[in-house]
């Protein structure tokens, strides 16, 4: 496996834009077409035999459905199916008896879309102050949706709208925000803080009458930045489980993380101004880590080396930490900045090894004027 269907250098012309790389791929929309054309005829073929004209008449009529002898293993024996497969006799239908209430017209986003109608309608920056509790869950995200809707991927100037929230969010807090909406939260937060995001901000930091060292406490749960994009996190606490899994291009920077952290991430930068759990950086093959007081025995090494910090490197590191403090007014942030060239001894880098190979690639053949694309996919095919 090349690894490197995130570069845009996929060597079979799947994964990639590129008009050459394409040329080798020998596939066609018209076979996806005639496939699911097979798929459509069959159904209609099995439908028929059944006495069904369409798939809505056969929904609920579980007469027609067999169990096939269960398998020889320990688990299967004595299961017995034979109640589920019971019609019952009633005169009502037997599809879609109730409507699904995703409770959207109680959602918190209704009124952050009200109360940013000016920057939806006329792009001028607007500050929301509200309290949030944990059965908001999502906010931003219809918001976002809005934003999206009228200004498409470019969204808004960053800044534009900006939320600040008080009290403890439900799941998935800015998922999917674009840019120019920033989400600030002054208490703590569920799962899934900033899932999707792309292009927007969520700054999440301690109450203000808190007097519990950050550093030292939860803030937020598991799966943090999952599948991000773009745009920042910041988060003045400690995480739990698989940070920023799937991050293919965003910002974050936390005071601490639990298990599995940068799995599967293909883009981005993390930095962690604190402990680590183990298994980190599993699957990365993209994005850097910056991990202050790395411990190497809980990096999963298939893939990734542990570096110093490199010279081109340590002025992006010292912007993400002044940015975070300036954010979230993280103490260990301070720390670190009145001392920085001592703090940036204390960091390691941790970076994918085909990605870095890729990248010194792209840069050698630029500085050379030799084409990028073809250089490029013979490092990648021949290392």
Known sequence: MMRVCHLDTCPVGVATQNPELRKRFTGKPEFVETFFEYIAEEVREILAKLGFKTLQEAIGHVE???????????????LDLAPLLVRPDVDSPLHRTTVQDHGLANALDNKLIELAAVALDKREPVRIDL?????????????????TRRY?????????IDVTLHGSAGQSLGAFLPSGVTVRLYGDSNDYVGKGISGGRVVVRPDERAVFASNENVIAGNVIGYGATSGEIFIRGLVGER??????????????????????MTGGAVVVLGRTGRNFA???????AFVLDLNPALVNSEMVDI????????????????????DTGSEIAQ???KDWSASLNRFSLVMPR??????????????????????????????
């Not at 599993?282 to 850097?288: E, F, H, K, P, T």
């Open 64 to 78: 027609y459905l067999d169990t096939r002898d269960a398998v020889n293993h320990w688990k299967a024996s004595g």
């Open 131 to 147: 309290p949030v509790r944990n059965v908001n869950r999502t906010v931003g995200t219809m918001l976002g949706a809005e934003v």
């Open 152 to 160: 498409g991927a470019e969204g808004l100037p960053t800044g534009t």
């Open 243 to 264: 940070f920023c899994v799937r991050n293919s291009g965003a910002t974050a920077v936390v005071e601490g993380i639990g298990d599995h952290g940068c799995e599967y």
């Open 282 to 288: 599993a699957g990365m093959s993209g994005g850097r």
């Open 307 to 326: 570096l110093a910090v490199p010279e081109d490197q340590k002025e992006t590191l010292k912007a993400l930490v002044s940015a975070f403090h300036a």
């Open 335 to 337: 720390e670190l900045l």
């Open 354 to 383: 085909d990605y870095a190979r890729v990248l010194a690639a792209i840069e050698r053949a630029t500085k050379d004027g030799l084409p990028v694309d073809q250089y490029v996919m013979e490092v990648a095919t021949n290392g």
